[in-house]
């Protein structure tokens, strides 16, 4: 698998894989939001699902994959930071603001700033059609966040707080991407990167977690969220394993945009599963991030 990512870099078929896996990786991506935003505590749903993939890549980084080269290392601990301080900035605004307001604007903010951040650090570029797609892609986002906004009766007096810190989400979102796209690129087996990434971090939400647990005056279950850890665990191993490979294989910031569909499969997953209405509003901002998704991918 390793040497056939690595022999389609930057041909057509390589563009070809990158598109699907960022297109899983919104649908997986999907799945995860709503796997966080259950009925568990936003910290104690994290660290189980941390916990999870953390020990489900220990033997496969240790045993399977080749060793890390050694400029690998200081990679590693950049990215245990940042993804650290995005992690804490989800968990700011989830406990804020309501889900379907903060995450929209999560989401729209992340791809603006990883197309300014590749293009700085890869040198990659934007057609002027390409940045009419990113217009679309984010006047529907945020349209949808202003739309949820205005009938929220939740958590309103701190509200704002919430789409600050999730404004300072999608700040990291851009930087963890351009950042792992950057590490990935910097190590000869790209299932080194991936398998090593979730081992290290795994290592710190599972701990503040279980410091919080053990603080609370009722404590849930822990078979409920141990098994939303394992299914989070797997989810996280798919969805951002795939982006991260787009990333490799084609542009990153073509990647997240087309990630960034997820809050349409959000939408798809609720009406389909969960019997939540979309009315004729909803689902043309929706198909507005669709659109400008398309544009981007096609102009390229």
Known sequence: MSHWITSIEGTEAGAQAALTLALLAAVLHAVFGALQKGRHEPLLARGAIDASYGLMAAPIAFFVVPWPEPHMWPIF???????????????GAFRRGAFTVVYPVMRGTGPLFTVIGAWLIFGETFNLLQWLGVAVLLLGLYGLA??????????????????????????????????????IRATADPFTFLAW???????????????????????????PLALRGIIGGLVAFASFGSVML???????????????????????????????????????????IAAGAVIVEVAG
């Not at 600050?164 to 990291?172: E, I, P, Q």
């Open 77 to 91: 601990a950049g990215a245990f930071v940042i993804h650290g301080c995005y992690k804490l900035a989800v968990l």
């Open 146 to 183: 202003a739309y949820n906004m205005a009938r929220v009766t939740i958590a309103r007096d701190t509200l704002i707080n919430g789409l600050l810190f999730a404004v300072l989400t999608g700040l990291f979102v851009a930087i963890y991407t351009t950042y792992d796209a950057y590490g």
């Open 246 to 288: 787009a990333t490799r294989l084609d542009q990153v910031g073509e990647a997240a945009v087309l990630r960034e569909t997820s809050t349409v499969f959000a939408a798809l997953i609720g009406w389909l599963f969960l019997r939540e209405p979309v009315g004729p509003i909803r689902a043309g901002l929706m198909a507005l």
């Open 197 to 223: 990434f979730f081992f290290i971090d795994g290592l710190l939400f599972p701990v503040l977690a279980a410091r919080f647990y053990l603080r609370l005056a009722d404590r849930p279950a822990l078979g």
